[in-house]
């Protein structure tokens, strides 16, 4: 099943639960604007090269849309409008005044240049620059992309609409971006895995954990679990994975990283085959890559107690099915990975502000946003009977459905 049959599906499942009436129900599900745009851009070799951009608009009932913006050669638009309509659900579960909405280009960021890349995310925002906005549609990172690329896409956008930094979040510090943004998804991660450990009487001191992915996400989470003395054992991202019983040496693999080295040639871990990652012995397993890497051939085999979606829509629907019956507690995407669109609005609003926070209030802020959607999200699940996806999606889409139906429909 696709990331769009599967997440609208689970969205009618909580339509269901909640009793929506089935007009307000198909509305709900039908994005409010999809758009495909061809982007050429001559190489640094001086030939031509085209990628098909596409933004997805899901939904505005409760504020400007808001989303990332990938780059990776699976974009594709059945995902995008997926990973657009998740943003609704996820802005909503974590009361922040947004709508949802995504974005990428197909096309492979590692075999483009600097300045190949910045010349496409230029031609990307001349493509879609009317129809984003500060209080329409604001961007920001996601796979493949980062402070970098949001930092192109508000100076490409200034040339048309003046000085707009609130335009996108994750930007640059220098040019208007938030005190810990770069760490927000990752830290809310720690956050989310904290609250749910603690209702079974756990913490992240006494776990063993196995990540997935080594980008923005994975490397925060990973270090920030290393620094509350979580054991990460095993990790592992496009080039490779390892393991190391005693404890991975975060900072050290970091370092490792950032100078351009691999996986396999890491020192203080022994090389596993990939397949072997998700299926690791641990107690918690964090993906923080693609979609759809946990499935029903894997599922089976899942050896985690839980599974927090730091990626988005890691689980397909026949995964979560098996995991459920196997007592694996899943928290789901829309609430676990909801940090970083937390820390975008406090981006968004001290840009509008014209004031800056410091990080502590940053994190502190965020630590509440996720601590009571947890809250919210645990009332769900007691008052629908139901499990935390069922709970984070009922959460989410019955705040739409309310400020869609305070809206009205009158022309
Ligand atoms: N950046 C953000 O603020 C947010 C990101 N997410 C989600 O988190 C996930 C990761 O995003 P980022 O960390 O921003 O991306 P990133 O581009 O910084 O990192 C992606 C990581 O995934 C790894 N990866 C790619 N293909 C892989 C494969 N086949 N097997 C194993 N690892 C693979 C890469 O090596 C890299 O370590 C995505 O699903 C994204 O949608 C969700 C919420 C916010
Ligand atoms: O920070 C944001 O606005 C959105 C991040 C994002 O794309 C996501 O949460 O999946």
């Keep these: 099943m696709n990331a769009l049959a599967a997440t609208s599906r689970n969205f009618r499942q909580a339509a269901r639960l909640l009793g929506l009436d089935s007009k307000l129900e198909k509305s709900l599900l039908i994005p409010f604007r999809e758009i495909k745009v061809e982007c050429t851009i001559p190489k640094d070799d001086g030939t031509l090269a085209s990628f098909v951009g596409f933004r997805v608009q899901h939904d505005n009932a409760r504020g400007p849309m808001k989303g990332g913006i990938r780059y990776h050669p699976e974009v594709d638009p059945d995902e995008v409008n997926a990973l657009a309509q998740l943003m609704t659900w996820k802005t909503a579960v974590a009361a922040v005044p947004y709508g949802g909405a995504k974005g990428g280009i197909g096309c492979s960021p590692d075999e483009l240049s600097r300045s190949e890349l910045e010349r496409l995310t230029r031609v990307f925002t001349q493509k879609i620059h009317d129809l984003i906005g500060t209080h329409t549609d604001i961007p920001a990172p996601d796979m493949g992309t980062n402070a970098q690329t949001m930092a192109w896409i508000f100076d490409e956008y200034s040339k048309f609409h003046g000085h707009s930094p609130a335009v996108v ?59 509350k003395g979580g054991k990460v054992i095993a990790l592992g991202d496009v080039t490779g994975s390892i393991r190391n019983k005693a404890g991975l ?63 988005n829509h890691p689980t397909d629907p026949e995964a979560d099915e098996i995991l459920t019956k196997k007592g694996v507690i899943v928290l789901p995407d ?46 769900m699940c007691k008052l629908h009977d139901c499990n935390l996806r069922m709970g984070a999606f009922t959460l989410g889409v019955n705040r739409v459905a309310r400020a869609t139906l305070l809206r009205g429909w009158e022309a």
């Design 249 to 311: 040496d975060i900072p050290a693999l970091m370092k490792h990283r950032n100078e351009g080295g691999h996986m396999k040639n890491f020192h203080g871990g022994e090389v596993i085959d990939s397949s072997e990652l998700l299926v690791h012995e641990c107690d918690v397993l964090i993906p923080c890559a693609l979609g759809g890497v946990l499935n029903r051939e894997n599922a089976p085999d899942v050896k985690a107690k839980f599974v927090i979606e730091a990626a």
């Design 169 to 227: 979040t994750g930007k640059p510090i220098d040019l208007g971006g938030s005190l810990g943004r770069d760490a927000a998804t990752g830290r809310g991660v720690l956050y989310a895995t904290e609250a749910l450990l603690a209702e079974y009487g756990k913490s992240i001191s006494g776990s063993t954990f196995v990540i997935q992915g080594f980008g923005n996400v994975g490397s925060w989470a990973a270090q920030l679990i290393h620094e």
């Design 334 to 379: 829309i609430y676990a990975n909801s940090g970083g669109v937390v820390v975008s609005y406090f981006e968004w609003v001290q840009n509008i502000q014209g004031f800056m926070w410091d990080e502590e209030k940053v994190n502190m802020e965020l630590h509440k946003y996720m601590n009571s959607a947890f809250q919210h999200l645990k009332a």
